[in-house]
């Protein structure tokens, strides 16, 4: 086996929220939605149609084109997941 050099290797209980929903211009996602006590409070969002995750709070969410960019989405869609996105992330607390 090679030698590593290991910047990070730790175990921790997370929390994952599965959910599907269709937005009024019936566009599906199926998101997993993991809480962590890594990344400053953010939530790990992961579009399971895609594959594509991202580490995102409330200032990814009012990053102009960040959701459109990162999951490959029109603006129109990239809106309405903000929309869901906005509730479900909420404000982040610092824990350390």
Do not use: W
């Amino acid at each position: 086996m090679p030698q590593y050099d290991f910047m990070s290797d730790t175990t921790e209980d997370t929390t994952t929220r599965f959910t599907t929903f269709i937005t009024p211009s019936l566009k599906r996602f199926d998101l997993a939605v993991t809480s962590t006590n890594r990344f400053y409070g953010k939530k790990l969002i992961t579009d399971l149609q895609s594959g594509k995750t991202a580490i995102i709070g409330p200032d990814d969410l009012e990053e102009e084109g960040y959701l459109e960019h990162t999951f490959k989405l029109t603006e129109e869609e990239a809106g309405e997941l903000a929309q869901f996105l906005y509730f479900v992330v909420g404000t982040v607390n610092f824990t350390d």
